[in-house]
């Protein structure tokens, strides 16, 4: 069974740096993209990036690019988002989700992870 | 960028009844492939979205026959035969043939 497993939620101030990790299982990691997708209290779906864990090939959106990192470790088979410098803006959930790149198009996000709530409050 | 519109925003939903959600995409989502790259997400309340419809109209693994998707370029539909109270959510659609990769607003469906 595909499985997108999401740590747990954070609490941070703003300026402080943070980790967050999606652990795939039940698949071979490194054949699929992990995508990032934002949702702000009450609002909707934003897209942040998608990175290729098989060799490290990361496309950001512009609005994110330089605001956060997209990575991988694959002898744990898990993705993370980094931020350096939290905001309060950054207060949102963040979801990962699999997908894959054929023809050199990007394939729907077929599982997703259970969400993780980040909060930025001094 | 490519903007991603649906309608309606709300749609209340007599259970049983049919219903449909449109998305209209700013830029033709066809692709040289023949395919249109359009996907259907829901999300039930407190939970994450989950693939209904890839590629316009195909359904994804476990989901109801009820659920059905259409369209070509810019014009797309999501249909439900005959609402069930389970069904109720946010539904967004999604386009991928270009980064960055964006959504539809939303459209809520509640049931009356």
């Known amino acids: 069974e595909v499985q997108l497993v999401q740590s747990g939620a954070e609490v941070k101030k703003p300026g402080e740096s ?13 054949s699929y993209w992990i995508g990032w997708v934002r949702q702000v209290p009450g609002k909707g779906l934003e897209w942040m990036g998608i990175f290729n864990p098989g060799d490290s090939d990361t496309r950001y959106s512009p609005s994110f ?3 956060v990192t997209i990575s991988a470790d694959r002898s744990v088979s898990t993705a993370y988002l980094q931020w350096n410098s939290l905001k309060a803006s950054d207060t949102a959930m963040y979801y990962c989700a699999r997908t894959t790149i054929l023809r050199g198009v990007v394939r729907d996000f077929d599982y997703w992870g259970q969400g993780t709530l980040v909060t930025v409050s001094s | 960028d490519i903007v991603m519109t649906q309608s309606p925003l709300s749609l209340p939903v007599t259970p049983g009844e049919p219903a449909s959600i449109s998305c209209r995409s700013s830029q033709s989502l066809l692709h040289s492939d023949g395919y249109n790259y359009l996907h259907w997400y829901l999300q039930k309340p407190g939970q994450s979205p989950q693939l209904l419809i890839y590629l316009t109209s195909n359904r994804a693994s476990g989901v109801p026959d009820r659920f059905s998707g259409s369209g070509s370029g810019t014009d797309f539909i999501l249909k439900i035969s005959r609402v069930e109270a389970e069904d109720v959510g946010l539904y967004y659609c999604m386009q991928t043939l270009q980064t960055p990769l964006t959504f539809g607003g939303g459209t809520k469906v509640e049931i009356k």
Do not use: A, K
């Not at chain 1, 943070?18 to 490194?30: A, D, E, K, M, T």
């Open chain 1, 18 to 30: 943070l980790n967050i990790s999606c652990r795939g299982s039940g698949y071979s990691f490194s």
């Open chain 1, 65 to 67: 690019q330089g605001q």
